[in-house]
């Protein structure tokens, strides 16, 4: 009897040779319940087939035909060669005399696979090469005389599956047509509580119409279950983190608060209201015994560092030790001098440990009030050897803040909080993260957001402009740099590639010394040392540099108010959050600031995604617009590790399924309290 711990390989009436049973392990089909959660990656409706085109179409067709010519071709050029197969309509009513010819490159196999007389069914975009009508590469199955499972492959809409080596399309599909034939719903028990969702649909009935649909509709239907079974099993992995870490107890970390006090009585500045309703709800985590895990979303410039200053004063006060993690040494040693310039006057120890040096300073030590002469904790400051560190905190880990928190991994994250006993963590982005991918992947935390930004910053007009342009681009900087300003030139590769088209920054930089010749510039990119980067960031810093051309190792961490004017090279090559936070370098004086986004002369249709950019600095609405281009996987990459990969992403955008799924993870971990 079939069950879904029984291997594929042993389903009734199927044979299958060592490659397959090898392609099955390779991708994980271990059991039938593996095989039927290898969902299609798209679909074929073989109920009909598109009409047999006689021109170049806009988007790929799927066609019945019949293989009338077969030919090997030599073209000029060593080992050039192809395989081509001439075909027409398998219905014969080819009255007009169409045809299409397919084509295979260096791959001398396929050869061997079609002939003429083959009945083939493909996939593919027809474009025109010279007189001809072609598709280079289409996907293909032949069709032969097989009945066994004849209705898994044709007249109905059809499942296309993601595929390795070993494993093709049609006895993979026949494999997963005949699990599902042999499977009872009851082996299929639905894991959602009952009328959870509005589809109406079970498990069972789900995953069968995701392998065979009846229509598009049903589809769409069963995805929706699937996806609201997915984001609710993610959500009771964060809720029960989140449970979990909140039953292990913690410490009141937070001090009386004349430290914060007297820092914000020395700022030339006051709060804004979203920097003080955050440094409220920090201090009242702090205060409470239950341990603190918050995230602290704030757009660019928005002012995250002075809240995180504000809760480091507080845990040190209260004689405990804190730690900043930042991704990239750039961004440690601007926050080192950021917090030794503030926290020297209150005689706070600052220190700085990356993976190539360490600094520190004898500073005097706090003493409260009171005259207890309470020792106070320290502040270090580092990249990710604040993780791989053996040295103990002195006064033990009160505190753990880790900045641009996407850059790491969930388990680097807890490898700093392991450090200390039970700490505080504040986890801080300035990469505004919109609300739906918030509640699907940050459940295990509170959320606080700085929506204001502080007074007293530049202007930013952001324009889009042609790579052609370049000449007409050095006038303008030149008429900046008269002024006074420093400028950012910005492009997306270090060297120049053979594949990619786009602007090299060690190339241009030569390029950029010839359209400025009197003009002091420098040079950083990711391949330099921490020590060559330290030496161009101090000459920018300082002024002696005016220009600096570089990579996107300037995304954070960069702060020089004089900076007014940024080049961003073949922006159609980046998304729109990152172009945001590029851009969030400038602006950051008084003087007004122009971000231009040079875009090749052959990215027309960048033009309209990239024109949210001069329209708004709204990080939060801007993100938004950059989940719905791009979708979820693009935006997030692959920084979440330590959860599951997501097969219905795509619904990351529906507000109202991911809260349903939070609910229903809430729901089940309350009932297993009981």
Same mark, same amino acid.
């Given at each position: ?63 019945? *035909? ?48 079609? &002939?003429?007389?083959? #009945? ?8 025109? $090469? ?65 009328? /959870? ?20 509709? =049903? ?12 984001? =609710? ?9 989140? /449970?979990?870490?909140?039953?292990? +107890? ?19 500045? =006051?709060? &804004? ?25 704030? @757009? ?16 040190? #006060? ?22 030794? @310039? ?6 706070? #120890? ?34 990710? %050897?604040?993780?791989?560190?053996? $040295? ?36 801080? &982005? ?12 940050? +459940? ?22 042609? &790579? $052609? ?13 008269? #002024? ?49 980067? @330290? ?17 996107? *190792? ?16 073949? %922006? ?20 007004? $600031? ?76 309350? %009932?297993?309290?009981?």
């Amino acid at each position: 009897m079939l069950t879904p711990e029984t291997p594929p390989t042993e389903i009734e009436g199927t044979r299958f040779d060592k490659k397959f049973r090898e392609g099955l392990e390779k991708m994980g089909l271990h059991r039938v319940c593996d095989l039927l959660e290898h969902y299609p990656r798209r679909y074929e409706d073989r109920s009909h087939f598109d009409q047999f085109p006689e021109n170049p179409t806009a988007h790929p067709v799927c066609l019945h *035909v019949e293989v009338i010519d077969c030919q090997s071709r030599f073209g000029r050029g060593r080992g050039r060669r192809w395989f081509e197969a001439t075909v027409e309509p398998v219905s014969g009513g080819n009255m007009l005399g169409n045809r299409i010819v397919l084509r295979w490159f260096n791959l001398a196999y396929i050869q061997k696979i079609i &002939t003429v007389g083959h #009945e083939l069914v493909l996939f593919g975009q027809p474009k025109l $090469s010279g007189s001809k009508l072609v598709i280079d590469h289409p996907d293909f199955e032949i069709v032969d005389g097989d009945t066994t499972t004849a209705d898994a492959h044709m007249g109905r809409i059809v499942p296309i599956y993601p595929l390795v080596s070993g494993v093709s399309q049609k006895p993979l599909r026949g494999l997963a047509h005949r699990a599902l034939h042999d499977i009872t719903d009851e082996q299929l028990p639905d894991w959602l509580p009952a009328g /959870a969702s509005e589809t109406g649909l079970t498990r069972a009935a789900a995953i069968r119409q995701i392998h065979y649909p009846d229509t598009m509709e =049903s589809l769409q239907a069963a995805r929706r279950y699937l996806a609201l079974e997915e984001f =609710s099993q993610l959500q009771l992995i964060l809720q029960t983190r989140r /449970a979990d870490h909140r039953a292990q +107890g913690g410490v009141v970390h937070a001090g009386s608060g004349e430290l914060l006090e007297r820092y914000l009585a020395q700022l030339p500045f =006051s709060p &804004t209201g979203a920097q003080s309703r955050t440094i409220s709800e920090i201090r009242a985590d702090l205060s409470s015994d239950i341990p603190m895990v918050r995230l602290l979303q704030g @757009d660019v410039g928005a002012g995250k560092t002075l809240v995180a200053a504000s809760a480091i004063l507080l845990v040190v #006060e209260a004689g405990f030790d804190a730690a900043l993690m930042a991704p990239t040494q750039i961004l440690s040693e601007q926050h080192f001098l950021t917090f030794q @310039d503030w926290f020297e006057p209150l005689g706070i #120890e600052v220190k700085l440990k990356t993976g190539t040096r360490e600094s520190g300073g004898d500073l005097p030590l706090f003493s409260s009030a009171k005259g207890e002469g309470k020792r106070t904790g320290t502040l270090t400051v580092g990249t990710h %050897a604040l993780i791989h560190d053996q $040295s103990e905190f002195e006064n033990g880990l009160g505190l753990a803040v880790i900045d641009e928190q996407h850059k790491f991994g969930v388990d680097q994250r807890q490898a700093l909080i392991n450090r200390g006993d039970s700490p505080d963590v504040l986890v801080m &982005t300035a990469t505004p993260i919109p609300r739906t991918l918030a509640l699907a992947f940050y +459940g295990d935390l509170d959320v606080s957001i700085l929506d204001e930004l502080p007074p007293g910053r530049g202007k930013i007009i952001t324009g889009i402009r042609l &790579t $052609s342009q370049s000449k007409q681009a050095a006038s303008f900087l030149l008429d900046q740099l008269k #002024e006074g300003r420093q400028i950012y030139v910005v492009y997306p590769l270090i060297e120049e590639s053979e594949k990619l088209k786009a602007g090299a920054a060690t190339v241009e930089f030569e390029t950029w010394r010839k359209l400025l010749p009197d003009v002091s510039m420098v040079l950083m990119h990711g391949r330099m040392t921490g020590e060559e980067k @330290d030496a161009v960031m101090s000459q920018f810093r300082s002024g002696e540099a005016q220009v600096l051309v570089s990579t996107t *190792v300037i995304e954070v961490g960069v702060d020089v108010p004089n900076a007014n004017v940024m080049l961003i090279y073949n %922006a159609e090559r980046f998304g729109l959050a990152q172009l945001h936070q590029l851009r969030g370098r400038i602006g950051r004086g008084q003087h007004k $600031s122009f971000c231009v986004l040079m875009i090749d002369p052959d990215a027309g249709e960048a033009r309209e995604r990239l024109k949210i950019l001069e329209e708004t600095r709204d990080g939060f609405r801007i993100a938004d617009e950059d989940l719905r281009l791009r979708g979820p996987g693009e935006v997030l990459g692959t920084q979440q590790a330590g959860l599951p990969d997501l097969r219905f992403s795509e619904f990351l955008g529906d507000t109202q399924l991911v809260e349903q799924s939070r609910k229903i993870a809430e729901a089940m971990i309350e %009932a297993g309290r009981k």
